[in-house]
């Protein structure tokens, strides 16, 4: 009888023990960083620069690169964060994390970190483009390092992502995001600085999916487009918020095909990616450059595809923004064209010569800013003219449709005037209405002096 009872007050003290035990462990865990902040990572240049992790609260940590040390304290909550601030390029180096443990990243470079996101032409892998072959041959850039975002959506936005950063040789480049890497080599083989591309996209994905529901539904234009949705914010939620921390120069996007499938869809495009825009802008706290790709020449589509295309032109009245126009190197039977060689070259252009103020021959093709009607003529306006507007192979240009107040549309006539096209068409003798290359795969040859094509557009709203 004494010794059942002795083994009943025994076993509160056990359990009392094993519950001190537990945490015992748990206050004392690891220092831990996130995916992002490891081997061959890439550190932004001239800007605050962060590296945060999670710890026992309270415990102090120190980290060093560079030449630079912080140190800080663990919050309540285990979370801490030291910023550097304006790191110069250079590496590799070593970064050290020390707590009660020691983390050692090695191979870290400094220099320009660009996010590439969108669905599946941003996702589109280096090797199954065109000229893959000769594009290997010439990767052995070890200054150039690529991290692809390998978590998928979540409900609530992540703390931390899946992911590995990865050197770029003839072996690897294989895989990478050829947008974004091809734009990358464009801006490394010009500024001659290390370069971080971050790679986080997903074919087939809607924009809704990558904008944080918070902002959408607080956009009085989406109310009517988002009111009954549910799935919004899964991609923001699991592949961007993880990365917000990260000091990034930029972002490249490449999205839009999925919200081309129905006219009524396509119509709020205009206002999700200007909102995309600023909500990422305002996760990372500061308004970096951020360029897209107009959807190019494709198929046979319902309005939306150049409903899509209207969106992203439309886009550009958000400061510090870029376009390349792709209208010309698309692919009537394939939604993944494989010339992404010039897609990337045509970003870079926008970035070498917009954000880090590189001379170029143009950092985007003509895009109309005024037009007025006088008599039977329609006269546009445009900018990014450098060396004038002209066609391809000298000939008329295509592409061009006026209408009168019956809506009725008819082939036009243009005659190039410097920054100017005289657009005319004797069956509108008085025309309210002009568009350019206002289809899906439009026949349509307006360029500027740096051969780059003049972005479609219409001056209705019918």
Not at 194 to 219: D, F, H, K, M, Y
Not at 267 to 290: A, E, S, T
Not at 293 to 322: A, F
Request: with cysteine; charged share 20%; hydrophobic share 40%.
């Amino acid at each position: 009888m004494r010794l059942n009872r002795i083994r009943i007050g025994i076993r509160p003290i056990l359990v009392a023990v094993v519950i001190h035990l537990f945490f015992v462990l748990i206050c004392h865990a690891d220092v831990r960083l996130p995916s992002i902040i490891s081997d061959h990572m890439v550190l932004q240049e001239k800007q605050d620069a962060s590296v945060w992790g999670w710890a026992d609260p309270g415990e102090v940590i120190k980290v060093n690169v560079a030449g630079q040390e912080r140190s800080t304290k663990a919050f309540a909550d285990g979370h801490w964060k030291v910023v550097f601030r304006g790191l110069k390029f250079g590496g590799p180096c070593v970064l050290t994390v020390i707590g009660k443990n020691t983390i050692v990243i090695n191979d870290v470079l400094v220099g320009e970190v660009w996010l590439g996101s969108g669905q599946s032409n941003m996702a589109m892998k280096v090797r199954e483009i065109r000229d893959f072959e000769s594009v290997r041959t010439n990767c052995d850039l070890p200054m150039i390092h690529v991290f692809k975002v390998e978590s998928g959506g979540s409900t609530h936005a992540l703390e931390d992502c899946k992911g590995r950063w990865q050197v770029c040789t003839p072996e690897t480049v294989g895989e990478f995001s050829a947008t974004l890497f091809l734009f990358g080599r464009e801006l490394h083989k010009a500024l001659g600085l290390p370069l971080g591309l971050i790679n986080s996209s997903v074919g087939a994905t809607p924009i809704e999916a990558w904008t944080s529901p918070e902002a959408q539904r607080s956009a009085i234009e989406l109310q009517p487009h988002v009111a009954s949705m549910s799935g919004i914010g899964e991609l923001f939620y699991g592949k961007i918020a993880p990365l917000t921390p990260f000091a990034i120069r930029g972002a490249i996007w490449y999205q839009g095909e999925a919200n081309a499938n129905n006219e009524a869809g396509a119509h709020f495009y205009k206002y999700q990616l200007p909102v995309l825009i600023k909500d990422w802008r305002q996760h990372w706290g500061y308004d970096f450059p951020f360029g897209f790709v107009q959807l190019p020449n494709y198929g046979s589509r319902s309005n939306g595809w150049c409903l899509i295309r209207e969106g992203s032109l439309k886009s550009l009245s958000v400061p510090h923004t870029g376009m390349a126009i792709t209208v010309d190197i698309g692919d009537s039977g394939n939604i993944h064209p494989k010339n992404k060689l010039e897609v990337g070259r045509r970003l870079s252009l926008w970035a070498l010569g917009d954000v880090y103020g590189k001379k170029v021959e143009a950092t985007s093709g003509p895009i109309p800013v005024s037009w007025k009607v006088e008599g039977a003529e329609y006269k546009v306006t445009f900018k990014h003219t450098e060396g004038g507007l002209r066609t391809s192979g000298g000939s008329e240009v295509r592409g061009l449709e006026l209408a009168g107040e019956d809506k009725v549309w008819k082939p036009a006539h243009a005659r190039i005037d410097g920054k100017r096209l005289l657009v005319s068409c004797p069956e509108v003798p008085t025309p309210v209405a002009l568009r350019y290359a206002w289809r899906d795969f439009p026949d349509c040859n307006l360029y500027n002096g740096a051969q780059l094509p003049a972005s479609p557009f219409r001056t209705d709203d019918w």
